[in-house]
């Protein structure tokens, strides 16, 4: 048996025996489940307001925007500045803006372009907000655990996506389809809750980055990405796959209505499925603890995710559907999370925050953006065939970067 085969594995969800992560932990997935139940009301008021995808694209343009000019900055902020307290007061302005909106929704006096300027607000808060909580994982965890918490962090988001759509569509349900100002009240009620329990976590040890001004901290970070060829690999991958891939969530409204014939309820449940899959992907990855071929399983996950992102374009039914998107989430958070802890691990504490505000960039920003090519191919040749395509396009960044994906280990 080998030194690595006799290593001690960490203990089976080990992150979660940390006090600090595990309430970083359940707030975040709180605060994330109530921004997807907004997000079903949100995108459904949106197509039933203008009856085109050009419109889910601009909201989602909206969101984009913000996040892929400022979260260098908002990275640079929070190598500097307690991550806490930022994270905390950014919790509030959130919160205060999806009050106003569920205000002006109950009022009936909500238009498209209010909804994407929410979306902007987002985006501006997201935008100083993510790279202050990807930085913070490492500091809540041992080293052998990372890998763990990091998957874990992941699926909150995703977590959300499974318990926010659902719950969505039991409100809506009881409360009626037309009553979304519920959803958005909700949401600004979890992002209060997020504040409090970030308030409970205390001191939590950080290493300053040096009183540097502030283009010569941007441009550290980026030459240390610059010069680490796995990362910057990393980056291809996640950009690709965020613009061509996830971009299909956008257009779920359209897919809801137009293709499989359901409703706001359907939609609700739509959203959900990735969940289910998500749910199972974060145990087998918090139970496995570490990996040691993290380019290996990048690669697979990438594969898969293709195929059934492919798979779900061409589905006519809404059982398939539901099945296919359950696996798809499998897919997504088994590839985020590995991708994450490779990105994690190579950074230093005192750049860890700029080097995941091009994380950030990446994997939320730029989603948004290619939210609105896809929409606008969407409405040109339909959303089966333009999600179908960005499937094509990941598989093949995927096959062309094989090689030195495999050199991760």
Do not use: C
């Not at 349900?173 to 979304?180: C, I, K, Q, S, T």
């Not at 970030?198 to 040096?210: I, W």
């Not at 590839?335 to 994690?344: E, F, I, Y």
């Amino acid at each position: 048996m080998s030194a690595a085969d006799g290593a001690v594995r960490p203990p089976r969800f080990g992150a979660l025996r940390h006090r600090k992560f595990a309430i970083f932990w359940i707030g975040l997935l709180i605060s994330h489940t109530g921004t997807w139940m907004q997000a079903v009301g949100q995108g459904w008021l949106v197509y039933q307001l203008t009856n085109t995808p050009v419109w889910l694209g601009l909201t989602s343009l909206a969101f984009a925007l913000p996040m892929i000019v400022l979260p260098l900055f908002g990275g640079a902020l929070a190598d500097r500045v307690n991550r806490i307290h930022l994270m905390r007061r950014l919790q509030l302005v959130a919160a205060a803006a999806a009050l106003v909106l569920a205000g002006a929704t109950y009022l009936g006096v909500t238009q498209a372009w209010h909804l994407a300027t929410f979306s902007l607000i987002q985006g501006l808060v997201l935008a100083f907000d993510g790279p202050a909580r990807h930085a913070t994982v490492p500091q809540l965890v041992d080293r052998e655990n990372l890998l763990g918490a990091v998957s874990l962090f992941q699926s909150t988001y995703q977590l959300g996506g499974f318990f926010g759509p659902a719950l969505a569509g039991v409100v809506l349900g009881l409360l009626g389809a037309d009553r979304v100002y519920a959803l958005f009240g909700i949401n600004a009620l979890t992002f209060l809750l997020f504040a409090g329990m970030l308030s409970m976590l205390g001191d939590v040890p950080q290493e300053r980055a040096a009183a540097v001004p502030l283009v010569g901290s941007l441009a550290g970070g980026l030459q240390f990405v610059w010069n680490h060829t796995p990362l910057r690999t990393l980056l291809v991958l996640v950009t690709v796959a965020g613009m061509f891939g996830r971009s299909y969530l956008a257009l779920m409204p359209v897919f809801a209505r137009d293709v499989l014939r359901t409703d706001a309820r359907g939609l609700g449940f739509l959203t959900a499925a990735p969940g289910i899959g998500v749910v199972a992907g974060t145990a087998v990855l918090s139970a496995v603890g570490g990996l040691r071929h993290h380019g290996r399983v990048i690669v697979a996950a990438a594969v898969l995710f293709a195929i059934l992102l492919a798979a779900f374009a061409v589905s006519r039914f809404l059982v398939l559907s539901l099945g296919v998107l359950a696996l798809l989430g499998f897919a997504t958070v088994t590839l985020v999370a590995t991708m994450s802890a490779a990105m994690q691990t190579a950074a230093p504490d005192a750049l860890r925050g700029r080097v995941m505000s091009l994380w950030a960039i990446a994997n939320v920003g730029l989603p948004s953006m290619g939210a609105m090519l896809t929409a606008s191919v969407a409405a040109a040749v339909g959303a089966p065939l333009a999600v179908a395509a960005g499937a094509a396009i990941v598989l093949l960044a995927t096959v062309a970067l094989g090689r030195r994906l495999h050199e991760l280990g």
